[in-house]
Structures are given as C-alpha cells and as structure tokens.
C-alpha cells in the first residue's frame, strides 16, 4: 500500500497532543499540522489523576475545550492529518474527562477535537455586547 492510498482524517489539538514528546509517544512521529481554531468553546484547567499521562505530558494539569455554542468563543490549536490507527493511539492517550466528537472548524475542515465529556452542543447563546 502506497502512501496515497492510506486512509486519513484530521485530528485538531488545542493541548498536549501539540507536544513533540507526546507525539513520539502518542504517534509515533512528529506531527506537522496547520493552524486552525475551534468556535463556540473556551478552555478550562483539567487536573490529570492519570499518572501515566502525566508522564508522557510532563503536565498534571491540562486544558479541556468547554462547549460554550458562543461564536466570540474561539479556541486556537492545530490541525493535524492523522490515519484511522493514530486516532484509536490518541483515543487511549486522552482521559475520561474528554470526549471525541466530531467539529467544524474556522477554516471549514471537518476534524475530531477531543471536548469535556459534560459537553452538550444542543444550546447555543449569543456573545455579550455583540
């Protein structure tokens, strides 16, 4: 099978899977991505209990995107281009906390983001002052 022929998707990182050590260790490669951003989030603080993850990180706290379903929210992060194998990697690498879902971003492209596992997209509020 050629490189052509591998099926890919689009991952978009806004954390710690932006990070070279968590790559090598995630995927088994350094990521080249693009620059995107997420709207309709915000980001909170995440504690990791998940030793194992703090390891590889190098961080006990992370950041977690936060449904906001307000446009003037944006989250900045990076897309990458992914196979179906690297998503499951990432899927072990993520804790409970987060879900993967799948999202619009800014620039059009359909990626998977992982998100607060409480996160419900069926509201949606305006921005203050806009």
Request: net charge negative.
């Amino acid at each position: 099978m050629t490189v052509n022929e591998v099926q890919t998707e689009f991952l978009f990182s806004y954390g710690t899977l932006q990070l070279e050590t968590v790559q090598m260790a995630t995927f088994g490669r350094q990521m080249v991505g693009t620059s995107d951003a997420l709207r309709g989030f915000d980001l909170v603080l995440l504690k990791i209990e998940d030793q194992s993850v703090v390891a590889i990180s190098g961080k006990a706290h992370h950041t977690m995107a936060r449904f906001t379903g307000r446009a003037c929210d944006v989250v900045p992060g990076t897309v990458f281009v992914v196979t179906p194998d690297e998503i499951q990697n990432a899927d072990k690498y993520e804790v409970a906390a987060v879900k993967r879902v799948a999202v619009i971003l800014q620039s059009g492209v359909r990626a998977w983001a992982y998100v607060d596992a409480r996160s419900s997209f069926s509201a949606s509020t305006g921005c203050t002052g806009w």
